[in-house]
């Protein structure tokens, strides 16, 4: 028999302890009447803060700051300088 609303987090620590002792989502769900779909978001709620919470830092949102024109002038001397080193060795293997 499945209860109605349930403030989850209260039963945590009951989830917790069944997973480390490896129950199942269905069998903790079963256990505590909620759904398997309520342990399975709680779970993966709980492991997404723990995560988190190891790195120190906060999740990256958003795009990607856009690359400087300083940085495209950098990349593309790189470029121009490898291409010139692979040049000069294939001309010295005597490929070219």
Known sequence: MKRGY????KQ????L?????G??????ADELGLSKEQVKWWVNRYN?????DGSGLPKV???????TLAE??????RL???NELLRDFLRLAGRR
């Open 80 to 82: 121009k300088m490898e």
């Open 12 to 15: 945590g620590c009951q989830i």
């Open 48 to 52: 997404r803060r723990k995560a988190a």
């Open 23 to 28: 129950l199942t989502r269905q069998e903790i």
């Open 72 to 77: 495209y002038k950098y990349e593309n001397k």
């Open 61 to 67: 949102r958003g795009r990607k700051a856009a690359v």
């Open 6 to 9: 349930t403030h989850i987090k």
């Open 17 to 21: 302890e069944m997973r480390q002792a």
